[in-house]
C-alpha cells in the first residue's frame, strides 16, 4: 500500500494516494515513512494544519529523523510561525548539519522573525558548505541591509555577480539588490 501510495503521488493523483497512504497506515501505524508520506499528500491538498500532526506523529516515533523536522520546518514557515519554523530547522541541523538548504531556509526564518544578525551567521554557513549557492549570497545581502549596513550589502552582491553565469541565479542578484536599493 505505502508503494501505491508513493506512486499515486508521484503521479500527481493525491486523493487516491491519501487513501491508501491512510490504509498503509492502520496495517502498521509505527512506519514512520508512512506519516511522511501522509504529511507529504496532506500538504499538496493544503490540508497544513494536519501536516504538522502527521509531523508530530512521525516525530514521536522517530526523533532522530532530520527530514521530518525540516518538513514541519517548512510547513511552519508557510504558515507564517517563524519561531516553530527555526525551532524545527535548528533540530534538523543538530541532527544532520551538512543541509545547505536547510541551513538557508532558517537563516530566511530569522529574517521574517526580525532577527538579521542570527540569519547572516546562516547564510555565511551556507557559503561555506556551497559556495555557488546564489540565494544564499542574495540572502546574505539582505541580512545586512537589515542590520542598517545598505552599501556594503550593495557592493558585495555586486562583487558576486562574476560567480555565476545562469539567468536564473543572475536574477536572483538583480532582484535582491533592487529590493537593497528600495529599502535605502
Known sequence: LYLLAKTRFDDRQYKMALRDIRL????????VR???????VLQKLGQHKAVIEALDRASLLDSTDPV?????????FIRRNYVSAISDFTRSLELNYAQPEVLFTRG?????????????????????????FAKAFSGRATALAALGRHEYALIWLTKAFHRFERPRDLSELVFARGKIFVLM
Open 24 to 31: 498503509a497506515i492502520e496495517s502498521s501505524p509505527r512506519d
Open 34 to 40: 508512512y506519516h511522511g508520506l501522509y504529511a507529504d
Open 68 to 76: 521530518t523536522y525540516q518538513k514541519r520546518g517548512n510547513v511552519h
Open 108 to 132: 530566511h526564518s530569522y529574517l521574517k522573525a526580525e532577527q538579521p544578525q542570527q540569519a547572516l551567521q546562516d547564510f555565511e554557513s551556507v557559503l561555506t558548505q556551497n559556495v555557488s
